[in-house]
């Protein structure tokens, strides 16, 4: 359900008014970065999502089905996203040595410079928008409820 369907039939204090108010929240939130991030850097969030994981992969490269499941995309949409970053020079594509089949998404140091220097702004941002709203005590709380859904991930890249 969208979060227009359920307004409709939202009642003050209900479960549906707070899932109501997290998809809002996540909306509002994710389009202010997205727009200071294209704005500042040139990036998408998806752009820069896919910098995030691959600088904190081994050798910072994942192989590039396992970088779309991470990142939430089909193949189609990895394919997509990747051909912009090769073409802007932050990725590039390497095969297996030892599976055909098999192609790795790799940063280059380009990729790696623009990662580090996107990365200070986005985390200001961040802090902006959501951090700031919370106590440490409330974040600390919220990380942990956040937590237990399904598939909620604690990796370091997801932090960045």
């Not at 994710?30 to 691959?54: F, I, K, M, N, P």
């Not at 702004?121 to 951090?131: G, M, N, P, T, V």
């Amino acid at each position: 359900m969208t979060s227009q369907v359920l307004s409709t039939q939202v009642t003050a204090g209900s479960e549906l008014e707070t899932w109501v108010r997290f998809l809002r929240a996540h909306a509002a939130i994710t389009r202010q970065l997205s727009a200071r991030l294209e704005a500042q850097h040139g990036l998408t969030l998806s752009d820069y999502d896919v910098l995030v994981q691959l600088y904190f992969a081994p050798e910072q490269a994942l192989r590039r089905v396992d970088l779309a499941r991470t990142v939430l995309l089909t193949a189609s949409g990895i394919t997509r996203l990747l051909d912009g970053l090769e073409r802007s020079g932050w990725v590039e594509k390497r095969s297996c040595k030892t599976d055909a089949r098999v192609s790795y998404a790799v940063l280059t140091t380009a990729g790696i410079a623009k990662f580090e220097e996107t990365q200070a702004s986005h985390r200001a941002d961040i802090e902006e928008l959501f951090s700031s709203n919370f106590t440490g005590t409330e974040g600390k709380k919220l990380g942990e409820l956040l937590g237990r859904l399904p598939l909620a991930d604690t990796s370091p890249a997801c932090s960045a």
